[in-house]
């Protein structure tokens, strides 16, 4: 296929920019169209990106005989009606995170656009960090032996005007959940794709300080499929917000990194040190602090899924297993109880 792949954008707001900058800057691909229901929103967006047409009703974009690609923006607990009508248009999906906040409406998605034929991305940018990929790779080649501890820490400090400056925010139905599922999920996602599954979850979540319905603060102990043991601590309450922090260990060796790259490598009988890495961007105590690096490279990967006809690189089965253990998470905290993941 030589034309470009062309992209919409439904929601146009925080997130909204970097997948803009990513498609308008990537020669594979071209935004066609943006959508809003604030339509002067929308309008103002479109101006700024150079986009021809907007929209403020998603159903009359997804008729347009000129998009391939749908980029789903829109506050969390909207993103599986969006993705739904997407794939009944016949159009791919690239939808950020998290896929959806409940399992039925993961569920409905996924099928409908399997059902579809048409592909379903999940954005995780956090993945293409080379920190993680390295570790990932150190813990698939075997170097560590047996895995015994893979923590997570996500501490984040939102203020109390973050939760006001859009209505869904901090809500049940629309973010699904607070420090775990809105922020924490890239880590508990990027702590499950080095580590491997999660078998078991024991959780207290709480609303320690902000003035929200979800939890501001969470910690969990997770027993995963491989036999280790792990902690996730996530909050977006404590002034500041710290680097997130990853801390894998086994028999024969750690590695510990945050934001600004490896604090440890470290192998039995081995004089290897730590791969450079360049530093991220950090969003601990600032939501719009993103590097663009991670969009564009999930922006690319689409388009090039669509022309060679594969999976993405986060594709949506993949994509909802943070949601999945965090609800499980969630679950453990209301009931007290040990929950037992699928
Ligand atoms: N990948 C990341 O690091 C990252 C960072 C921030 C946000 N996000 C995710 O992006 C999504 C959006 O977050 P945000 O911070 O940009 O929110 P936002 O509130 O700034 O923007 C959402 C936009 O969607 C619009 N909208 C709501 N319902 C709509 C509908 N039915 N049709 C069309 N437009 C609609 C709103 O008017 C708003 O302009 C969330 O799911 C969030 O979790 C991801």
């Given at each position: 296929m030589s034309r470009k792949i062309r992209f919409a954008i439904v929601g146009t707001g925080v997130i909204a920019p970097l997948h803009a900058k990513s498609i308008i800057n990537n020669p594979l691909t071209e935004l066609v169209a943006v959508c809003d229901i604030l339509v002067d929103k929308a309008q103002k967006f479109a101006d700024e990106y150079g986009v021809e047409h907007v929209y403020k009703d998603y159903h009359e974009m997804f008729k347009?005989?000129?998009?391939?690609v749908v980029s789903v923006c829109t506050p969390s607990g909207i993103h599986g009606e969006v993705a739904i009508a997407a794939a009944e248009a016949g159009l791919h999906v690239l939808c950020?995170?998290?896929?959806?906040?409940t399992k039925d409406k993961l569920t409905a998605m996924i099928d409908a656009c399997r059902n579809h034929g048409v592909k379903l991305g999940g954005v995780?940018?956090?993945?293409?960090l080379p920190a993680a990929i390295k570790t990932r790779e150190a813990i698939q080649s075997g170097k560590f032996g047996k895995m015994v501890l893979g923590d997570a820490y996500l501490k984040y400090y939102r203020s109390p005007e973050y939760y006001k400056?859009?209505?869904?925010?901090?809500?049940?139905?629309?973010?699904?959940?607070g420090a775990l599922m809105n922020q924490g999920i890239h880590g508990i996602d990027l702590i499950q794709w080095m580590?491997?599954?999660?078998h078991s979850v024991v959780a207290r979540c709480g609303t320690?300080?902000?003035?929200?319905?979800?939890?501001?603060t969470a910690v969990a102990l997770l027993k995963y499929k491989n036999g280790a043991y792990g902690v996730i601590q996530g909050t977006t309450?404590?002034?500041?917000?710290?680097?997130t922090r990853f801390e894998l260990h086994g028999e024969n060796g750690s590695i510990i990194f945050d934001d600004n790259g490896f604090k440890t490598w470290k192998f039995l009988n081995s004089e290897e040190t730590a791969p450079s890495v360049e530093a991220e961007k950090s969003a601990?105590?600032?939501?719009?602090?993103?590097?663009?690096g991670g969009h564009y490279i999930l922006v690319d990967d689409m388009a090039k899924a669509i022309l060679e006809d594969r999976e993405p690189m986060v594709p949506g089965e993949d994509a909802r297993v943070a949601v999945d253990l965090l609800l499980a998470i969630y679950e453990s905290s209301r009931t007290g109880k040990e929950v037992v993941l699928k």
């Open positions: 347009r005989d000129d998009i391939d950020e995170k998290p896929l959806e906040i995780f940018q956090r993945r293409t400056s859009a209505g869904w925010r901090g809500t049940w139905e629309l973010d699904g959940g580590m491997g599954e999660v320690l300080v902000r003035d929200i319905e979800v939890e501001d309450s404590v002034y500041p917000g710290q680097d601990a105590s600032d939501p719009q602090n993103l590097s663009l």
